[in-house]
């Protein structure tokens, strides 16, 4: 699949906002304690993917009522689904200077995740920080694709090959809505 920036330049996908809020201070201190044991931007790049996916618990799994947007509240509550964790990473890694952007995929309802452009590489590869847990095996990797879920076409699922800059509004929307999780659940878009 062809992944298609929806902004043309890149810059878009190093952008701070007030959801992907990479100058916030706990997502710079983040940033200064990741690089300090990366030799190099591939280097931070895995650690922060993983530091997303391995301690950050996707709220469904753990139980978790709380519902968090922004990704400085996603590092402090320690708690997120797939489009939180998703902007956790994207500020970590474009606080970094890499190019983030966020994308999606349809099941039953919309799976969030990101796309990083490496330097040096000449496409963007898609992670999935979703978190791991039986039957899910997502990992860092630009070769090929390792994503916590591979879309069934036969099933009317898809891989939406739009790159986004920001949050898609419908995915903000029912994140800002939600009163807790259980309410989230019950308003999670089926569809971009």
């Not at 990366?38 to 996707?58: E, G, L, M, N």
């Not at 095996?137 to 939406?160: C, W």
């Not at 790159?163 to 089926?190: K, S, Y």
């Amino acid at each position: 699949m062809e992944l298609i920036q929806n902004t043309p330049e890149t810059s878009a996908y190093l952008a701070a906002d007030e959801v992907i809020d990479h100058e916030h201070p706990r997502v710079r201190a983040l940033v200064a304690t990741l690089s300090a044991d990366a030799p190099d931007v591939y280097a931070y790049a895995k650690a922060a993917f993983a530091f997303v996916r391995d301690t950050i618990p996707h709220s469904q799994d753990a139980g978790d009522p709380h519902v968090t947007w922004r990704a400085s509240d996603v590092l402090a509550q320690r708690t997120g689904i797939c489009y939180a964790k998703a902007h956790a990473l994207a500020a970590l890694l474009r606080a970094a200077g890499i190019p983030t952007a966020l994308c999606y995929q349809k099941f039953e309802v919309v799976h969030g995740l990101v796309a990083v452009k490496l330097p040096g590489e000449d496409r963007w590869a898609r992670q999935d920080p979703r978190g791991n847990k039986p039957g899910v095996d997502a990992q860092f990797r630009l070769d090929r694709e390792q994503l916590a879920f591979t879309v069934r076409p036969e099933f009317n699922e898809v891989d939406y090959p739009v790159l986004f800059a920001e949050p898609h509004p419908a995915v903000l929307q029912c994140l800002r809505e939600a009163v807790d999780r259980p309410h989230l659940w019950q308003t999670l878009p089926t569809d971009l």
